[in-house]
């Protein structure tokens, strides 16, 4: 099932009343934010309890919060197709009961309006029903409707049913994403090596950022784009991040003059510490990017011991065994899949 939006400001609602369409399932309706949003975050909170981490858990206690919030609501009623929030989708009824949901945000892409469909779920009672496929077909005939260029949606890639329905309705896997969480320690022991870990250079920064736009794609970017200047070194990015009350460490693993991989942290208000790796593409020096990212996450522990938990996201199945051996556990892997328009794929054959 496509996860939960773990965007802050993306995790405030769910739904909103849409024009009905070509709806023909007597169970299935546009959602409604004024009366549905208490229970489309119970039903949420329901199906995804068992992966839900602390954005999952803010984003339901905002949905409840915004339910009784009527300026709230009504001011987003206004911005159904113009905010990247989940605005519009559909939900299913039992007995009066929302027992399914589907969520679509809307975004662009360089100029061009896409949808992420989202949240779906269905509850457990009511589950090998179709109702997930009903649910996903109506969310896309709606984006394509909306003259959308693209849908995306996200699954994890423990649901192997899941990841069937979406391709059998024609969305297709691009890329997957592992999400890794530890907790610092100070007493963590450090590996014996020839590798130094230093603070990063100036004249490590041409090659850091190569290797972060290989990491970060801008097929994603999208949705989670990573503010890679926000990285360089220099003053004046020094006294933005002053501004926007960003803290910053970069740690570089070097032998001699030869950069092997590097490493940053950033936190910025009450967001989660994130930490961003960057090592060379492909197989080229695989096993001493490896142990060179491992000391890199171990020097991040260690150093890091005031915060609270650690977090990072990396291409699925890349650099896993530097993850596992620094002590970092494998939250979730997601697959990122989409779907495009006839006219669209057309456009690219042509």
């Keep these: 099932m496509p996860e939960l939006i773990n965007t802050a400001i993306i995790l405030i609602m769910s739904s909103i009343s849409i024009s009905a369409g070509n709806e023909k399932h007597p169970n299935m309706r546009a959602m409604n934010m004024f009366r549905d949003l208490s229970a489309v975050a119970d039903l949420i909170e329901l199906c995804f309890a068992d992966s839900m981490d602390r954005d999952g858990q803010r984003y339901v206690a905002d949905m409840r919060r915004a339910s009784n919030d009527n300026g709230f609501l009504k001011w987003a009623a206004n911005m159904t197709e113009t905010a990247s929030l989940p605005l519009t989708g559909f939900i299913w009824e039992e007995n009066n009961r929302i027992v399914g949901n589907a969520s679509l945000i809307p975004f662009r892409d360089k100029g061009k309006k896409i949808y992420l469909i989202a949240n779906i779920a269905v509850h457990p009672d009511h589950r090998r029903k179709s109702i997930a496929r009903i649910l996903t077909q109506r969310a896309m005939t709606y984006g394509w409707d909306k003259k959308a260029s693209a849908l995306w949606l996200h699954v994890r890639d423990d649901n192997p049913g899941a990841i069937k329905l979406y391709a059998d309705l024609g969305f297709q896997e691009i890329a997957r994403r592992t999400t ?25 920064w041409s090659q850091q950022r190569d290797w972060l736009r290989r990491l970060h794609p801008d097929v994603l970017g999208w949705y989670r784009p990573i503010n890679i200047n926000s990285l360089r070194p220099g003053l004046m990015n020094w006294l933005y991040l002053m501004f926007v009350d960003m803290n910053i460490k970069h740690w570089a693993a070097i032998q001699g003059d030869k950069l092997l991989a590097t490493l940053s942290w950033t936190s910025q208000g009450n967001k989660s510490d994130t930490l961003i790796p960057a090592t060379p593409p492909g197989q080229i020096n695989a096993e001493e990017s490896t142990q060179a990212l491992l000391q890199l996450l171990i020097r991040a522990r260690r150093v890091l011991a005031n915060r609270t938990t650690l977090s990072l996201e990396y291409p699925g199945g890349e650099m896993t065994d530097a993850f596992i051996s620094a002590g970092f556990i494998e939250r979730r892997t997601l697959l990122w899949m989409r779907a495009e328009s006839a006219t669209q794929r057309l456009s690219f054959r042509t």
């Design 180 to 204: 890794w969480t530890a907790k610092p320690d100070p007493l963590l022991s450090k590996p014996k090596t020839d590798t130094q870990i230093v603070t990063r250079h100036t004249r490590f």
